[in-house]
């Protein structure tokens, strides 16, 4: 591989952190209050409304449906009317985040869901407000899930990333396609999908690391099975 291609090569892969770690950042932002509200409206929640639960879990479910080729169409005009073009790294954050927001919403209510119920019930009878049990009860126990599916979010997102690139916003699926595909190099192919690789065990482990140290249940006794 010449330098001239390694350097491309470095090129796009700071267009994909970029795209990936400014989506991941808006996902999280967003993605948090819905998964919350969701684990929270739910029957038998901290605050039922049930109505409002199956109106934002069928839209969730919608999102999650749509293949991410056609939901970058489709948002086209938004993507126009937000950043001013359709094409470009800047242009491919939003579709990503529209993409993201349903699945770490589904992460985050997974996560909520798995706390002690027994926990919640003791906040609430020493007179707790549903802020502070969400914020230091429900969150902080769940903190451990919640870092493995932010991880998972991510490496979803870089995934994301190269369809993007792949239809013009830039990164490692651009590269791939048009020096690696299209010029039929191989080893410029090989290159893009290696440093993806790369980014995802680098993600899987510092997310493992981080979920690892937050883990409350390690320095709990276990419970008996029987």
């Known amino acids: 591989m010449s330098s001239e291609l390694l350097a491309s090569l470095w090129k796009a892969t700071i267009e994909t952190l970029y795209m990936t770690s400014v989506a991941a950042v808006l ?75 349903p699945f770490m919403g589904r992460v985050v209510e997974q996560s909520l869901r798995e706390v002690d119920a027994g926990l919640v019930e003791a906040a609430v009878a020493m007179g707790s407000t549903h802020r502070q049990v969400i914020l230091r009860v429900l969150i902080p126990e769940a903190l451990p899930s919640l870092i493995r599916g932010t991880a998972l979010m991510i490496i979803s997102l870089l995934g994301y990333s190269a369809m993007a690139g792949a239809v013009g916003g830039g990164g490692l699926g651009d590269l791939a396609v048009k020096y690696g595909y299209m ?23 510092i997310g493992d690391g981080l979920a690892a140290r937050f883990d409350r249940t390690t320095s709990r006794p276990a419970r008996s099975l029987d």
């Open 27 to 101: 996902v999280f932002l967003m993605g948090l209050p819905l998964g919350v509200l969701l684990a929270i409206a739910d029957r038998g929640g901290l605050w039922e409304r049930p109505l409002l639960h199956r109106v934002l879990g069928t839209l969730v479910n919608v999102g999650r449906s749509v293949p991410f080729i056609i939901l970058m169409v489709a948002i086209v005009p938004l993507t126009r009317l937000l950043v001013g073009t359709t094409i470009g790294t800047t242009a491919a954050i939003v579709p990503l985040v529209v993409a993201a927001i």
């Open 183 to 205: 010029r039929f190099r191989t080893d410029v192919m090989l290159g893009c999908l290696v440093v993806l690789l790369v980014l995802v065990q680098f993600v899987q482990w």
